[in-house]
């Protein structure tokens, strides 16, 4: 069965950096596109990123833009988030999500980043 | 970006009865390959979020019939029949027709 399995996360101040990774099993890895969303508390789901199922483009929501890096290692079929220049209202639980005919299937069990000072 | 507004916001319902969820768009969810990318999650509480339906009326792996997505352009609609406890929870419609993937508010499925 798919499984998507995540690390890192943890508290951080403001303008420190973090790494997520979400290791992935149960499917062919190197043929689906990963996404990222996240859920800030009290509010709704949002969709950060996407990388290819080669690495080769990834997309960007503006609120992370030229902050947050999306990679993967089709080798350890294996995505990450790199968080960089981290804000206060980046507070949130990130999951990493399988792409699927251009919607998204399945979700990591969620990790919490909490930016503060 | 896409602006994807859900009503009701909150919706109790009897068990055994019917739900509807509404979900309107800000643009067209047309892709220029001719699909509609509209998709319907629900969240369990203290569960991560499931694919219900995809492309509008695709209902994912292992969805029960239950469950039926219609709708077209910019006028989405999740019905829910017969609801059942498990059913509780946020139900939210999703775009995917363009970057970034933008989601409605969510709506809470109480019993």
């Known amino acids: 069965q798919v499984q998507l399995v995540q690390s890192g996360g943890g508290v951080v101040q403001p303008g420190r950096s973090l790494r997520l990774s979400c290791a992935a099993s149960?499917?062919?890895?190197?043929?689906?596109?990963m996404h990222w969303v996240r859920r800030a508390p009290g509010k709704g789901l949002e969709w950060l990123t996407v990388?290819?199922?080669?690495?080769?483009?990834?997309f960007y929501a503006d609120s992370v833009k030229g902050r947050f890096t999306v990679s993967r290692d089709n080798s350890k079929n294996t995505v990450y988030l790199q968080l960089d220049g981290l804000r206060v209202g980046d507070t949130a639980v990130y999951y990493c999500?399988?792409?699927?005919?251009?919607?998204?299937?399945?979700w990591g069990q969620g990790t919490l980043v909490t930016v503060s000072s | 970006d896409v602006v994807l507004t859900q009503t009701p916001l909150s919706s109790p319902v009897t068990l055994g009865q019917s739900a509807s969820i509404s979900c309107w768009s800000s643009q067209s969810l047309v892709h220029s390959d001719g699909n509609t990318y509209l998709s319907w999650l629900h969240q369990r509480p203290g569960q991560t979020p499931r694919l219900l339906i995809y492309?509008?009326?695709y209902r994912f792996s292992e969805v029960p019939d239950r469950f039926s997505g219609s709708g077209a352009g910019t006028d989405f609609t999740l019905k829910i029949s017969r609801v059942e406890p498990d059913d509780v929870g946020v139900y939210s419609c999703?775009?995917?027709?363009?970057?970034?993937?933008?989601f409605g508010q969510g709506t809470k499925l109480e019993i």
């Open positions: 999703m775009q995917s027709a363009q970057f970034p993937y933008t």
């Open positions: 999500v399988k792409g699927y005919s251009r919607s998204i299937d399945f």
């Open positions: 149960g499917f062919n890895f190197s043929v689906y596109g």
């Open positions: 990388i290819s199922y080669d690495g080769s483009y990834m």
């Open positions: 492309k509008v009326s």
